[in-house]
Structure formats: structure tokens, C-alpha cells
């Protein structure tokens, strides 16, 4: 079983909207998947259908192999961090840690008594009084400390300070590489992104725009920039995905899996935040403009 | 031990970065034979980067015949880069000082003379679609 | 499972017992100094008369503590309110559930240990609660003949009140999801319920018995002659539910209300002639059924209970989050 979570047309409706429609993806196994997307697009539907906390209105979803929730088993091979990381206030760290003792039959108190440790937390805090950054931290071991096969994080690190956010990551990339773990991380940040995902999902209004490994994307797409022209006069293995003009000059940001060669164009790369905001960009435009649909980007 | 830096805003992949900067610590001679490259989780742990970019570099360098992992140990430096000697740089020092007078004869400003520099470095050393 | 749950129920469970002890101590101080009142001046009192100031007297002492008895009417709803409405309410508004429903607990067990937990000691307590009063009340209850009257207070119904309250109260915060809007609902539920099975379900529980018979006075036997109607018989049947009492003469018609005072029933041989003119018209439920009716009701709220739980169930299955 190579694939870590794998959906085919999945939709979850409710009353008369889609949170999420036609998704279909191939999660493999093993990376750090960026789940990137406006507010509202349905990443943290996504997530939840993929937790099993909510089940799919069309379509279907299987994680590790299995349904969602599919049991005792299969929440085991599953850890989750909500967004805003939700801790009972009212309990300290230690009972929090209890707690994952007691319902997880997987789980691995040392690792996790070292990570609150490592971290300078005092076990007997309420977690009700620790900072955002602290709290994220201990969701995180939470999650971490039932040795899961798969851990989701809904924008975890939305609401916290720079100082906080890297903390975070510093844990998260950490924990990904003294683990076999498979990460799939939400966000409407962009930044960061480049650094921390090797493989990239962008949501917008609910459906998937562009999904592939990270470096096979940074590969096929380019930033041409050249004397003002038509976009339509490019060739058709260049798909246009974002471009801009003034009197003069031409902008393009451009899918092509063939090198570029026409030399009126210079050439350069494009940074993985510019890619997915383009996308954004195009997908927002074309939900404002009735046109047909995009085809989705593998 | 060494410890990495990474620009994010240089528009070069960070395992670049982390493949440069440890053949510049060989040239510096900040890392020799026998040292020890830091392991993937305390790079990771520092710049919270994702964990292969950090194997890729150390993989890479491994095919340039300059580290070599040990099972259960880490990855350590077995070659050291040898440094250019002073002798070839003066004499690329002497033509590229004949070169700018000559294109400052022409006419070029510095402005002129960065952009070519800077297209013909991209040409040379990075692999540039066009 | 169990043990969190027990983790999360410590505290309300400190302030309950916290609560039953105060209660005890209050209760158990008093208790035999009211049965010690009892046995020296009511259960040895001889003729009617000292019997009756007796009476008056020892149902005038103890005031407050005798108030006590709302206690156990407003702890079931204070149960559904503080312990059922906020069980899967106060998570989702935390949004803890999300915590809680992905560690490797199914929602089903999650539900199920901590609606068996905390339903347990609901009844626990109302039923402790109730025992306390129910012995300490007993002398004034057997004095008053104030069985019935006090039935929502006595007894084993507080139990199935507080299985009912806390079931009502899960099950408005499942659907709810918010804290206090359930609590609210809950309130207003449980009152609803009770006072439709207070006015209309307990007096029929079994059939009313309807009877016509000669008229015998007995000792606080009264009548009340103060509206137009027919004359209605006042403590006539103590210990009995009465629901209706009053005197129709031999020929079915109602008696009005000057009818004691005609000339002839003035005497005391007169007026034992115009008692024997009259017939009591009597509709009630006798004192001997009244724990066939603590266990008939205690049972209602036991199923409603269930019937909710259930729901709970099956509504925590199909959720959405």
C-alpha cells in the first residue's frame, strides 16, 4: 500500500452548498503534503472526511487502505490536530497525556513525556493557561505520541506568532524525520510552503485545482517574460495559467512539460508561493467569470 | 560541526544550498575527512525544512564521492574538495580585468556588465529551461 | 474510557457529594430529635383534643428543614441541566470533541461509557438525596397524611426524574451542540414532561374508583359550603388521593348549601339524621396504591430515559461534526 489517502470524486454537501466536490487525489505515502486554499475552499473537510469525523455525501475516500473511522484500528493509524488546537482548558498536560494512554492502545508514553519535556512545559500547567504556540505543541505530541501512520493538520499554525510558527515546524520537520510518518499539513498561508512540502494539493471553491509533487511542479511550470504578445499565439503544450500585460511587455506564467525554446521569451523559474497563488488566482477568476471549467492539473 | 543556512528568497532549491555550503566548509577547510555532517533531524530540527531535502543534498554529495553514510552511525566527509590554487585564480583574475576594461571601452556601464554576468553564470552553472 | 470519564466527572461529583453531605449532616443531626417530638407528644396524646394541638404544634416545628423536600424536585433538574445538557454540548463548543473523537475510541463507546457514568451517579444521588428526606420527613408525612401530596418528593421517582433529566439533557446538547440554549431546552422539557404526567398521567395511573356510600364522619372530617355548588367533604379520607368528595341526598340530587343548617340538623340527635340522609359521592385513589404509583411513574421515567438515550445514540452514530 503505497498511497496514504486516496479520494475519487469525493463531495460532502450541506443543506444546499458543497464543501467539497469532485476531489479526486492520490495522496503517496511517506511525504509532507501543503493542503493550501482560501477560507471556505473545503480543507478542513477534507481533513474531517478523512478522519471519519464526518462521512461523504458522494464519492468515496480511503485512508491507509481503509475507510475512515473505520473503527479502533484505524483511528489508531490516524493522528489529528483540529484547528485552533482544541485541549480541555481545564485539564493539565499530565492529564492530557493520561488521557492518550488511556484511548490509545498505541501509545508511547516515553515519547511523549520527552517531547513535553524537550519542549520546557510544566506538566502540571492547565493547558488552558499556556500560550497558543505552547498548546500547539502539546496538540502536536498528542498526535504524534500514538505513533500514527498519518498525521493531519488543519492550519496549525494559522494563529500563531513567527516566533511560534517555526517553533512549530521545527517540531513537526523533527518529528517527520526521526518518524515513517505521512504528513498532511492545511493552510491559507502560503509561505513556508516551499520549505517544509515536498508534495502540494490546491483547493479552491471546493475542488481540487493542482495536485503533484513539489518538484515536479517547480519543473513544469515558468515565468516568461518578453515583448507584449498574445497568449493565444503559444503553443498548445503551453498552458497559460496567469497572465499579465502592460503596453509593452508580457507576462506569463506558463505549464509546460517541454522546455521552452523560443528565444524572444526570458525564461525563469517560478518559487512554489507564486505557482499556487496563480492557481488561486485563475480558479478565483474562473469561478467569477461563467466559463468551463479548468481541467484539474495532476 | 557545521551548521546550514537556508535563503529562501535566492530563488535557489535549498539541497543546493546545503550541497554549496558544504563544499565551501570542505574548500574553507571547516570540514575534513573523518567529521561528521549533522544528521538529517537536527538540520531539520534548526531550519524546519522538510527532512529529503536534507538526504537529497547529503545524497548527491554522496555520488560526488565526498561523504559517505555509515549504517547506525551517520554521514560522514571522506574527501576533501581540493582548493583551487592561488596561481589559476590570478590568472582567470588577470583575464576577466582585461575583459571589463574592454567592455568598458565599448561603452558598457556596470549595470550592463552585472546582466551578463549574471546570464552567463545562470547558463553555466544552473540548468535554465530556454 | 472509563477512567477519563471519571477524570472529566470528578469535580461535579466533589460538589454532589459535597452537597449529599451537608444534607446528611443536617438531616441526620435533626432526625431523631423530630421522631423523639413525635413519640412524646403526638403518638401519646389521648383524647382528640390534645391531639389536635399536638398535631398543630409538631407540624410547626422543624419549619425550614420541612422545606427542604423541594430539594429533591430541583436536583433532577438541576442533574439534566448542569450534568446532561453540557456532557456533548460544552465539547462541541470547545470543539474538544474533535480532540476526543480521534483517539482510538469509537464515538459509540465514548458516548456509552460516559452516558453510563454519569447517569449511574445522577440517580445516585437523587435517590440518596431522596432516602434522606423521605426517612427524616416520615413522622410528619404519617401525621399530615401527606403521602400523596408529597409524592414528587419522596420515594423512589426522584430516581427515574434523574435518569429522565439527564437523558432529556445529552440529547438536547447532541442536537443543540451549544451549552446553554441546552440547558434551556432541557428546563423547559423536563418541566413540560412532569407537570403532564403530575396532572394527567398519575391520577389515572390505575382506575379512579368511584364510590357512593353512607356518609360516616370521623374525627377532622369538615364541610366546605363556599360556592354553589354541592357541598364538598373536607379531610374526610386522609391518606387518600381524593380527587372529588362531595354529598348528594338519597335521591341523587346534589345537597345545597343550607342544608346543615336547617333547624333539625342543629341538635346533636338532629343532625346525626341529616347525616343519615345523605350519601358521599367519592372519587379517589386509595392510600394503599400509593407505591404501586411510585413504581408505575418511577418506570415511566426510567423508559423515557432510555427512549432518549437511544436517541442519543443513534443521533452520535449519524453526526456530523
Redesign the interface.
Known amino acids: 500500500m503505497t498511497t496514504a489517502l486516496e479520494t475519487n470524486e469525493l463531495g460532502k454537501q450541506y443543506g444546499r452548498r458543497w464543501a467539497l466536490h469532485d476531489c479526486t487525489l492520490t495522496i503517496p505515502k511517506g511525504k509532507v503534503v501543503g493542503l493550501v486554499g482560501p477560507n471556505g475552499a473545503g480543507k478542513t473537510t477534507l481533513l474531517h472526511l478523512a478522519v471519519g469525523l464526518i462521512t461523504p455525501t458522494s464519492g468515496t475516500i480511503r485512508v491507509l487502505g481503509g475507510r475512515p473511522g473505520d473503527g479502533p484500528s484505524k483511528l489508531a493509524q490516524m493522528g489529528f490536530v483540529a484547528q485552533a488546537t482544541p485541549t480541555y482548558a481545564g485539564l493539565s498536560i499530565s492529564n492530557h497525556l493520561r488521557m492518550g494512554a488511556w484511548l490509545n492502545p498505541t501509545w508511547d508514553g516515553d515519547l511523549a513525556r520527552r517531547r513535553i519535556e524537550q519542549l520546557g512545559l510544566d506538566p502540571r500547567q492547565k493547558t488552558g493557561s499556556l500560550s497558543g504556540g505552547q498548546r500547539a505543541q502539546v496538540a502536536l505530541t498528542l498526535a504524534i505520541a500514538k505513533r500514527p501512520d498519518l498525521l493531519l493538520l488543519d492550519e496549525p499554525v494559522a494563529a500563531l506568532d513567527p516566533l511560534a510558527r517555526r517553533e512549530f515546524l521545527q517540531g513537526l520537520m523533527e518529528i517527520v524525520a526521526e518518524h515513517d510518518v505521512t504528513v498532511v499539513l492545511s493552510s491559507h498561508l502560503v509561505a513556508d510552503l516551499e520549505r517544509v512540502c515536498d508534495y502540494l494539493v490546491v483547493l479552491v471553491t471546493s475542488h481540487v485545482q493542482l495536485a503533484g509533487d513539489v518538484d515536479k511542479l517547480l519543473a513544469s511550470h515558468h515565468r516568461l517574460s518578453g515583448l507584449r504578445r498574445d497568449p493565444r499565439s503559444l503553443p498548445a503544450s503551453q498552458h497559460v495559467i496567469e497572465e499579465s500585460h502592460t503596453d509593452r511587455q508580457s507576462t506569463l506564467l506558463v505549464r509546460s512539460d517541454a522546455p521552452i525554446l523560443d528565444p524572444a521569451w526570458t525564461v525563469t523559474p517560478v518559487t512554489l508561493d507564486d505557482l499556487v497563488l496563480a492557481y488561486m488566482g485563475q480558479a478565483r477568476d474562473a469561478e467569477r467569470a461563467p466559463q468551463p471549467r479548468m481541467s484539474v492539473i495532476r | 560541526m557545521i551548521e546550514f543556512q537556508i535563503d529562501t528568497g535566492s530563488g535557489v532549491a535549498t539541497y543546493l544550498q546545503i550541497v554549496h555550503q558544504v563544499h565551501q566548509a570542505l574548500q574553507l577547510g571547516l570540514l575534513e575527512p573523518g567529521d561528521q555532517l549533522p544528521t538529517a533531524q537536527k538540520v531539520v530540527a534548526k531550519l524546519a525544512i522538510n527532512p529529503n531535502t536534507v538526504l537529497k543534498a547529503y545524497r548527491d554529495l554522496e555520488r560526488e564521492g565526498l561523504v559517505q553514510p555509515r549504517p547506525g552511525m551517520g554521514t560522514f566527509v571522506i574527501r576533501s574538495l581540493p582548493g583551487t590554487d592561488p596561481a589559476t585564480l590570478n590568472r582567470f583574475l588577470a583575464t576577466l580585468t582585461k575583459w571589463l576594461d574592454s567592455a568598458r571601452a565599448a561603452g558598457l556601464g556596470v549595470d550592463d556588465i552585472e546582466a551578463i554576468y549574471r546570464t552567463a553564470i545562470r547558463n553555466c552553472f544552473f540548468e535554465a529551461v530556454a | 474510557?472509563i477512567?477519563?470519564a471519571w477524570?472529566?466527572f470528578r469535580?461535579q461529583a466533589a460538589v454532589a457529594l459535597g452537597a449529599l453531605a451537608l444534607l446528611a449532616v443536617m438531616l441526620g443531626f435533626t432526625g431523631p430529635h423530630v421522631v423523639h417530638l413525635y413519640d412524646t407528644t403526638v403518638a401519646t396524646c389521648a383524647t382528640h383534643a390534645k391531639c389536635s394541638s399536638a398535631i398543630t404544634a409538631f407540624q410547626s416545628s422543624f419549619h425550614l428543614l420541612q422545606d427542604l423536600g423541594i430539594l429533591v424536585i430541583v436536583v433532577p433538574a438541576l442533574i439534566g441541566i448542569f450534568w446532561g445538557a453540557p456532557l456533548v454540548a460544552r465539547e462541541s463548543e470547545?470543539?474538544?470533541n474533535?480532540?476526543?473523537?480521534?483517539?482510538?475510541?469509537?464515538r459509540t463507546r465514548w458516548i456509552a461509557t460516559k452516558l453510563c457514568l454519569v447517569g449511574l451517579a445522577s440517580m445516585a444521588v437523587a435517590g440518596l438525596c431522596s432516602l434522606a428526606i423521605t426517612w427524616w420527613s416520615s413522622p410528619f408525612d404519617r401525621v399530615g397524611a401527606t403521602q400523596f401530596p408529597a409524592f414528587s418528593q419522596r420515594g423512589v421517582v426522584p430516581i427515574g426524574y434523574a435518569a429522565f433529566a439527564f437523558a432529556l439533557g445529552v440529547a438536547t446538547g447532541v442536537l443543540i451542540r451549544r451549552t446553554l440554549p441546552a440547558m434551556a431546552a432541557t428546563l423547559v422539557g423536563f418541566v413540560a414532561v412532569r407537570v403532564v404526567v403530575t396532572l394527567w398521567v398519575r391520577p389515572n395511573l390505575e382506575t379512579k374508583i368511584h364510590t357512593i356510600a353512607a356518609l360516616h364522619m370521623t374525627p377532622g372530617m369538615g364541610f366546605d359550603q363556599s360556592n354553589n355548588g354541592p357541598i364538598s367533604v373536607v379531610g374526610g379520607h386522609p391518606g387518600d388521593w381524593v380527587f372529588s368528595d362531595h354529598l348528594i341526598d338519597k335521591s341523587g340530587h346534589a345537597v345545597g348549601g343550607n342544608f346543615f343548617n336547617q333547624g333539625a340538623c342543629l341538635t346533636n340527635r338532629g343532625f346525626a339524621a341529616c347525616v343519615g340522609k345523605l350519601r358521599e359521592v367519592l372519587v379517589y385513589q386509595p392510600a394503599n396504591r400509593y407505591w404501586v404509583f411510585q413504581w408505575y411513574e418511577t418506570a415511566i421515567f426510567l423508559v423515557l430515559a432510555l427512549i432518549f438515550g437511544a436517541l442519543t445514540f443513534w443521533w452520535m452514530r449519524r453526526r456530523?461534526?
Open positions: 474510557m477512567r477519563f477524570l472529566q469535580l470547545t470543539g474538544t474533535l480532540l476526543v473523537w480521534t483517539q482510538s475510541i469509537t456530523t461534526s
